[in-house]
């Protein structure tokens, strides 16, 4: 089945300096990189997606890289704020088989100092 | 549209109690998927449901049941539960593959 790793388990950052959180999975045939977002006693938030035929995504400050050779993906946050304080989470879908199963690594907690 | 909302938050249970959970998704979405969410283990899948058909199940015990109405709203349901039940409980709805968090039960097993 399949397993993603995520790394760092813990960041710290000056505000204005870039954060990236780096994913590997492990099965080739996950199509579908969520990023998700959790504030402290709240729910998991989407804040950026990438498909596999994508290799990169960005959304203002954020942003994703794929590399489906290496089965990894990272997301990238530049200029901090403290407000992007949060436990980030990545996840992979398989969804050849017409079901889904997000899969979760086991979350990076930023902290962003002002 | 509403999200995602989940009834009810909170809850505290004493061991061998049973819970029902509640979960309605977002108008329209037919899967809905619930995972176990604690300091130790992190985000864990239990067990998605479309079209009020079990597709999928994760690696829990048979403890842990769901079902599906057919106006897509879902319940899970746990029995004899244990101290290491006590979790953040959440349900996602998706149409297609993002999925979409509610704010979660959180259950206490005392």
């Known amino acids: 089945g399949e397993n993603v790793e995520q790394h760092p388990s813990t960041l710290s950052v000056q505000e204005g300096d870039s954060a990236v959180i780096k994913c590997t999975y492990s099965d080739s045939a996950s199509n579908y990189f969520p990023w998700y977002k959790q504030e402290l006693g709240k729910r998991p938030q989407l804040i950026i997606d990438i498909r596999s035929n994508v290799g990169e995504k960005k959304d203002q400050r954020i942003a994703v890289t794929l590399n489906k050779t290496a089965k990894h993906f990272s997301l990238h946050i530049t200029e901090t704020q403290p407000e992007d304080s949060a436990v980030y989470f990545c996840?992979?879908?398989?969804?050849?088989?017409?079901?889904?199963?997000?899969?979760f690594g086991t979350g990076t907690r930023l902290l962003v100092s002002p | 549209k509403a999200g995602v909302t989940q009834t009810p938050r909170y809850l505290i249970k004493t061991r061998g109690q049973q819970v029902t959970l509640s979960c309605s998704p977002i108008s329209g979405h037919r899967s809905v998927s619930w995972y176990q969410q604690t300091p130790g283990q992190g985000l864990q899948f239990l067990f998605e449901y479309f079209s009020e058909t079990q597709r999928n199940k994760g690696n829990f015990p048979g403890r842990f049941s769901g079902r599906q109405f057919s106006n897509s709203r879902s319940e899970m349901n746990v029995s004899t539960l244990e101290l290491g039940d006590s979790a953040l409980y959440l349900c996602?709805?998706?149409?297609?593959?993002?999925?979409?968090f509610g704010p979660g039960t959180r259950l206490t097993v005392l």
């Open positions: 996602a709805s998706s149409l297609k593959d993002t999925q979409y």
């Open positions: 996840a992979a879908i398989t969804m050849n088989t017409g079901f889904q199963k997000l899969v």
